[in-house]
């Protein structure tokens, strides 16, 4: 394994530490322009110009160095975390990043300031073995991402020409389960909806049951049309622009290592939706698209009982959706659902700001570059993944800039992200950072290929 | 209108100041004791023989006065009371009954500790008015109406002797929302059932969500399939035994004023399940069993989004049943469905002990004399209402005891009962204890008919 050099090692948690101190909860609002103050001066360090430029929420950090004439390669990556709470289940402060164990602990201390002194550390080891770099390079750092990146669309409309680059990278990545290097092309779209429903001015005793409707059955019913027992979506044209799968996308997902036995004793299932398994629960996972109910609510939930007829409901749904779907138009779909089911009453709102679905193909040069990188520090075949089942504003890059963006880094499933104990190990860090180096070598054709 | 004499009328708001003033909510299981103390000091009062009988629960305070050789009239009251909460909400301390434009305030005023006093003023003024009554006396008095009854049904079973009656009173009764004398005839019976179900080990990620089952979706799933739209039960057998209407019973009910607008109004709809109107919606709100969702519960309820997939769910029925359903049978039927339709992961637990159906047939000669007895005191036809939607332990002693009960009272709609500012109007306690003592008159044949 080829080691980060010590005094690389010692900037790696040097910078982490001082990002990590800085609690950027985006949720809560706090510590942003802080966070993007220490990012911009990291950025700096490397002999970047610095702006950060104000969006309708959190700044972003934009930082570049360009070549004349040598193509350019971006960074997205963001300086806002998750809540720490529970704070009782940390061991250590979570905003003092604290090695043990061969692992480095802190909120953040993955998702995303590791991932993000990763990329600069692997771009100062690279001017260490090589000089000045042959390629232009830039950075977009968000403050927004764990609230859904709800300005990252228009602000990558609006800085195309600034941000303009050849090949990218993602701001996660990292190994699975079985240790084996992943490179993830894809995201699905995310779009949330809030459905409420009124059906008598108050509520009443449940010896009206005969006569007035019920909120709580009605909620359940609206809900329950939308879908089947097996995940399949019940909502017309639902499905009709969900690009056909290609072949290669095809030898991927069977190329998949099957990990359902390990998830079904993780979650505590017997069996998967539809009883898929193997590459056809690969397959659903990276590229169905998918309804979830994220939330029911109605009437009394406390013990014993309470004879109320519940007069008022809510339930909250997100849809991952897959290239091409438009969360707009699924929007329209789901209210023209609704309304032609005799749930005109049900109320249907957007919730966050929608993102769209993208992929890279994975046979795009750049990826194989990456995919032959993985392959080489790992020493193990790297593991495409067409698409995460998770969401992002991936879409702004790859569809409005055009950039083949790349998904690898120093993550592991362990690392318990989004938890109390969140970490990197150092062997992640040491691998995750030299197949960034590695990556950009073979794509800029300066190192042993 | 005939009034009590001023010294009862002193005596009622005297004895009713007495109970008030104890806060006996069955809930907290408060005050049980002392109350049951003091409603046996009134009844003793009465001349009557008083023991409190030890039941699982609340003791039940029990009264007797038999005549050798003559009927008997049973009382059937309760001396529990709902919380007094919300406290901010009521114009006067809840447990100091306190007069105010002709009404009197108190939780516990009308239900059911006015009815009761007004019960046992009535009787003084009998003996006032004849001497030594004709006929026998029983008081069964419990304690936990208000959470349902739990003990009610095994104690007239074991003391069907002690209680044995010719007719009785139940606890309840008044005028409409037209202020016409109503004499109610039936309850319906209840089965409350908590459903839950657990899809996975722990929430997750709603990435999973193309692969594991989510318990929101499938809870409402579950909860849709046992009713439709118009509130018909889709559960197989559910209506077998559900009693053919009587030509008189239906004759009642095309007699019942319609409320239907009233009813809209207040309650805010524009509509009644199934389009019912007029004696259709009191068809309904008597006669047909229902299924009520009190409440449906999974995931996420909060602001803004949560991409959660939850593994677990709960929702909260309510069956109303009439005569000749049984509660136990139709759980039978419930876990059928369930299973059927491919819920057989959904656990059903009984909730509170179930209640019976019960119904007295109107023409049964002691209900008759009652319907006499309104109209002459109240000056308008009486209201037959053949069965109140609501329920209570009714069946024990129509079934078990053979008693026909009638249940007529000092109640009127506007008297938020169960609410802050829960009252009685002096008016209606005039008409309806005058109303018990000319019900009896008429019965034992001892005033002028």
Chains 1, 2 share one sequence.
């Not at 059906?199 to 005793?205: G, P, V």
């Not at 359902?260 to 056809?280: C, N, P």
Request: glycine share 12%.
């Amino acid at each position: 394994m080829t080691l980060l050099p010590r005094h690389l090692a010692e900037a790696f948690s040097d910078q982490l530490a001082r990002l990590v101190a800085i609690p950027s909860v985006g949720a809560e609002g706090r510590g942003q322009a802080e966070t993007a103050e220490a990012v911009g001066e990291q950025l700096r360090g490397l002999g970047l110009d610095v702006e950060l430029h104000p969006t309708a929420g959190a700044p972003v950090v934009f930082a570049e160095r360009r070549v004349p004439g040598a193509p350019t390669v971006l960074f997205y990556n963001h300086y806002d975390v998750q809540p720490a709470d529970p704070l009782e289940l940390w061991d250590s402060d979570p905003f003092t990043l604290t090695e043990r164990d061969g692992n480095l602990y802190g909120r953040g201390a993955s998702d995303d300031k590791g991932q993000l002194v990763s990329r600069t550390i692997a771009l100062r080891w690279l001017e260490e073995r090589h000089g000045e770099l042959p390629f232009g390079v830039v950075f977009a750092v968000e403050g927004e991402e764990e609230i859904g990146s709800p300005n990252m669309t228009a602000y990558v409309r609006e800085q195309r020409e600034r941000l303009a680059a050849d090949v990218g990278f993602w701001e996660f990545g990292g190994v699975d389960a079985g240790d084996r290097p992943t490179l993830v092309c894809g995201l699905k779209g995310i779009l949330s909806v809030d459905l409420t429903l009124r059906t008598a001015a108050h509520d009443l005793h449940s010896a009206y049951g005969p006569v007035i409707q019920n909120a709580a059955y009605r909620m359940g019913a609206a809900v329950a049309s939308l879908r089947d027992e097996n995940g399949r979506v019940l909502i017309d044209g639902f499905y009709d622009r969900v690009r056909p799968v290609s072949d290669a996308e095809r030898r991927h997902i069977e190329a998949a290592p099957f990990e359902d036995d390990q998830v079904k004793a993780h979650v505590g299932v017997e069996r998967f939706l539809g009883g898929a398994t193997g590459s056809e629960y690969q397959r659903r996972l990276q590229l169905e698209p998918t309804l979830n109910v994220n939330g029911i609510h109605a009437g009394y939930g406390g013990p014993g009982m309470k004879t109320v007829l519940p007069a008022s409901a809510m339930a909250k749904l997100d849809f991952r959706l897959v290239p091409d779907q438009d969360p707009h138009e699924v929007f329209t779909l789901l209210r023209a659902h609704l309304d032609r089911h005799g749930f005109g009453d049900v109320r249907a709102e957007l919730g966050e700001e929608p993102e769209w679905p993208a992929r890279v193909d994975p046979g795009d040069p750049f990826l194989r570059h990456a995919a032959a990188a993985l392959e080489e520090v790992y020493g193990s075949p790297t593991v495409i993944v067409v698409s995460s089942g998770g969401s992002g504003p991936l879409h702004p890059f790859v569809e409005t800039l055009g950039v083949p963006m790349a998904m690898l880094g120093i993550s592991y499933p362990g690392g318990r992200v989004h938890s109390p104990n969140e970490h990197v190990r150092w062997r992640d860090v040491h691998r995750g950072t030299y197949a960034t180096v590695r990556t950009l070598e073979r794509w800029a054709g300066i190192g042993v290929v």
